[in-house]
């Protein structure tokens, strides 16, 4: 038997064997092999962007326990903060019937006869301190003036927790939903409800008592326990859920030194009208610099002298640590910040030469309007050549509101005839009516109650209102004058969101006093980063801060029942500029009158109360906005205004003062940016009806008058309301009538609709004194 021969065993492929594509390791390699490959070597390409740069998994682990161990470190420092100094609770009663002070002795006289181990005192500016032994801190309790909304939201702006009191047997205030409002609107802290008088209920209605309470504080707080301090442990467990929550950050608090003054002292000075006033409190949020600025809610911006590292005898009584009273800053002249917040602007910045006195003489002296007969056809430049005519008449006139627009007597086209005889049977109209409305009225006892011409000007407030609504924006041409004249200060626009407008055109007076960033967002940044390198005095000291200069007379006139709120100023925001605001209305509580541009409101702005008198423009996005005459119920505006700078994020609430003495919320918001070159243009809706239609061509009547006014305005684009486009062809006749085409069949019930606009710039209405608190 032969042997097997391996050689003839093996499979030789033909020439028509199936050739696979081969598998391309090089260029696809798992995550595994790359860690295998990629151990012990460096990176070959350094100058790769780290951006890019794709975590693998043990580095995305490792990145998310540094990162839970940030947080736990950072929660461990903040307790251990807390333990150093009180925690600020603010109580605030939700009922009539429910009296802070009597509930705040009758929950310390609980506890003493549970023999809790307790320390109490109490501050010279009215504060209750307790310390409870038990949970090893102390607690500062504030009890607000409630009647006083302002003062109350000076107050809340500075504590660390709100506990709000409700009584189970009187309920709610009639007035818990302005108060609500106005303190979600400005930020709200931590916050605890509790429920009192819960044992003079039956037993059979505790539960159902609670339950409607619980119900109708989910309305402001959904998230919010109701919580019982009948007892001695319901109390100790309100104290510990105070101590031990996460405590809320409001942002324009916590990015600015403030502190509550616990302590207060008034040095007056030689002459008696000024003085150093010493605030002595728990310093918090920031580092507090000397040579800063401060501002203290209601009273204006303020320059300190020295500030004091003192001890407080609260605290030294359960601690048993004495500081010694050393001072630690004193204000530097060269590096203190000035209390200058407007610039000053030059009236001969402008000017090339120096003017002679000849010309000063003239310049002083009364204008005369000069009168040329020229003959027809004759230019500006020929007419230069001939004799003047002297005449008595004054060319100034009256400027009216900004809403009117101005009137100017310019002689184009028109006699000085015409143009008199308009403006005369104007004011006559004027006069005419102002004596109607000043008739004696006989009213009984009933509209003795009621202010009629109030009455009067809230129901045109309100007609006006809805003809603004039901038709923007849309103006009746006069037919006493050219319209040329009176709308001689508006412009035509090709496109409201591309066409150009240049911000530096045509200011007003007043933007020469303020000041304007290069670049806002870029130094806002900036200061914000910058707020770790201040050097001064730290947070959770015991200060005192020597303000200097403070009038004697708003020190001793100052309101005993709300306390001093001190804050410090970041770098430039005492200074003047345009801040811009956005508003809503609030839906919790309803006002029912109009708010008009330009109206008087009260805002409080983060730290800082001022009024003013807003603009109101659309919250779109582009470089024009949009002005709004009214500040309707479901809409949100942007409010302009001047005002001191103030660095966003910060709350904003803007109220309106009535004539009983109360406040009326009217809107809430926050700040959007400090920018004077915030373009709000004012459009103007000149309307007009078809008259006779064929195909593309209209003739439309009732937008004009006169000839004249046709050809002023034949440049600019026509629209209609069901969205056709065209311009005016010719005027026909001498009434108004014009010849219009468009880019469509326009239909006999369409609105022929121009579109004129003007700038328009807010007044220099700001007041920062307002202490009239109600």
Known sequence: ???????????????????????????HRS???????????????????????????????????????????????EKR????????????????????????MEMINVLQNADVKLTTAVASEGYSHLWVEQFKQAFTFIRPDCSSVLGLLDTLKVVDTILFMVSAEGGFDQDVDLLMTCILAQGLPSTVVAITDLEKIPLKKQNEAKQCIQKDIENWLP????????????????????????????????????LLAEELAFIPSSDGNVGTMKVSGFLKGQTLSVNSLVHIPGWGDFQMEQIDLTSNDFIKS???????????????????????????????????????????????????????????????????WIPDEESDHDEE??????????????????????TKSMIDDHMETMSMTSIASEAPIEADKYDLQFDINEEEKILTKIKEAKADQMFPDEV?????????IRFQKYRGLQSFRTSPWDVKENLPAEYARIFQFENFDRTRKRIFKNLENITGAMPDWYITVHVKNIPSKMFHSRDARNPIVLFGLMPHEHKMSILNVVLKRPSTVHFDEPIKSKSELIFQCGFRRFTAEPIFSQHTNGNKFKYERFFHQDSIVVATMFAPIV????????????????????????????????????????????????????????????????????????????????????????????????????????????????????????????????
Request: hydrophobic letters at 30%; proline letters at 6%.
């Open 1 to 27: 038997m032969k042997p097997y021969n391996n050689d003839q065993a093996v499979h030789r492929p033909g020439p028509a064997k199936q050739d696979n594509k081969k598998h391309k390791t090089g260029r």
């Open 397 to 418: 006139n009256s400027e009216s509101d900004e809403d009117s627009d101005d009137f100017y007597s310019i002689k184009d086209e028109t006699s000085d005839n015409e």
């Open 223 to 258: 998230d919010e326990k109701v919580s019982k301090i009948d007892t001695s442990t319901d109390i100790l467990n309100v104290l510990r859920r105070i101590s031990s929550q996460k405590k809320k950050s409001i942002t324009f608090r916590d990015r600015r030194p403030h």
């Open 476 to 484: 009746d041409t006069p037919n006493d004058m050219p319209a040329r």
């Open 647 to 774: 660095y966003p994020p910060s709350s904003v609430i803007a109220m309106k003062y009535c004539k009983d003495g109360s406040f009326q919320i009217i809107g809430n918001g926050n700040v959007l940016s400090v920018n004077p070159d915030r373009v709000i243009v004012k459009r103007t809706v000149l309307s007009g009806h078809p008259f006779k239609v064929h195909k593309h061509s209209a003739v439309v009547r009732f937008m004009f008058f006169n000839r004249e006014d046709i050809d002023w305005f034949k440049p600019v684009e026509l629209r209609t309301k069901y969205g056709r486009r065209g311009h005016i062809k010719e005027p026909l006749g001498t009434h108004g009538h014009m010849k219009c085409g468009f880019d469509g069949q326009v239909k006999s019930q369409d609105t022929v609709c121009l579109n004129l606009y003007k700038r328009v710039f807010p007044k220099w209405t700001y007041n920062q004194f307002y202490n009239v608190i109600k």
């Open 31 to 77: 995550k595994g092999v790359l860690e295998i490959l990629k151990k012990g070597r460096s990176a070959q390409n350094l100058a790769k962007s780290k951006a890019n740069h794709q975590l693998s998994r043990m580095e995305r682990r490792h990145q998310a326990k540094i990162l839970r161990k940030t947080k736990t470190e950072n929660v461990l420092n």
């Open 318 to 384: 359960f601690s048993g640590k004495d500081v010694q009273t050393t001072v630690l800053e004193t204000a530097s002249p060269g590096l203190q910040e000035d209390l200058v917040c407007e610039n000053i602007p030059d009236p001969m910045d402008a000017e090339q030469t120096w003017p002679t006195d000849e010309e000063m003489k003239e310049a002083t002296s009364k204008n005369k309007r000069i009168i040329k007969r020229v003959p027809q056809g004759m230019s500006v430049y020929q007419s230069a």
């Open 81 to 104: 903060r807390s333990l150093n100094i009180p925690h600020l609770v603010a109580v605030i009663p939700l009922s009539n019937n429910v009296f802070v002070n009597e509930k705040l």
